[in-house]
C-alpha cells in the first residue's frame, strides 16, 4: 500500500506561483509512475504532470511552459511548481501512484487562482 499527502495548495493571483507537494509513505522510486492531476468544478479529473522512476517526465499540453514535476527521493516527496498560474489552473489537485497495478490517490489540495 502507499499513503499519499498533499500539501502547497493555496489562493494566488493570476501570475503567481505555487509548489505542491506530495509525500509518499514509502520510497518514490519502488512505487513507479507518480503523477499530478487535477479536477475543477464540474470537470473530469485530468492528468496534468507525471514522472517515472527513470526521471521521464510527461505534462499536458495546457500546462507545458509553466508546471514542473520534480522529486526528491531522500524525502519520498514528488513536487509540483506551479508558475504563470492562470484562473483555468483553478481546482483540486491530487497526487497519484500505481503499484502492483493498484492505484493510489491523496485527498487533493485545493488551488484557486483569482484576482
Known amino acids: 500500500q502507499v499513503q499519499l499527502v498533499e500539501s502547497g495548495g493555496g489562493l494566488v493571483q493570476p501570475g503567481g506561483s505555487l509548489r505542491l507537494s506530495c509525500v509518499a509513505s514509502?520510497?518514490?522510486?519502488?512505487?513507479?509512475?507518480m503523477g499530478w492531476y487535477r479536477q475543477a468544478p464540474g470537470k473530469e479529473r485530468e492528468l496534468v504532470a507525471s514522472?517515472?522512476?527513470?526521471?521521464?517526465?510527461n505534462y499536458a499540453d495546457s500546462v507545458k511552459g509553466r508546471f514542473t514535476i520534480s522529486r526528491d527521493g531522500a524525502k519520498n516527496t514528488v513536487y509540483l511548481q506551479m508558475n504563470s498560474l492562470k484562473p483555468e489552473d483553478t481546482a483540486v489537485y491530487y497526487c497519484?501512484?500505481?503499484?502492483?497495478?493498484?492505484?493510489?490517490w491523496g485527498l487533493g489540495t485545493l488551488v484557486t487562482v483569482s484576482s
Open positions: 514522472i517515472t522512476t527513470s526521471g521521464v517526465r
Open positions: 497519484r501512484s500505481t503499484l502492483d497495478g493498484m492505484d493510489y
Open positions: 514509502r520510497s518514490i522510486f519502488s512505487i513507479g509512475v
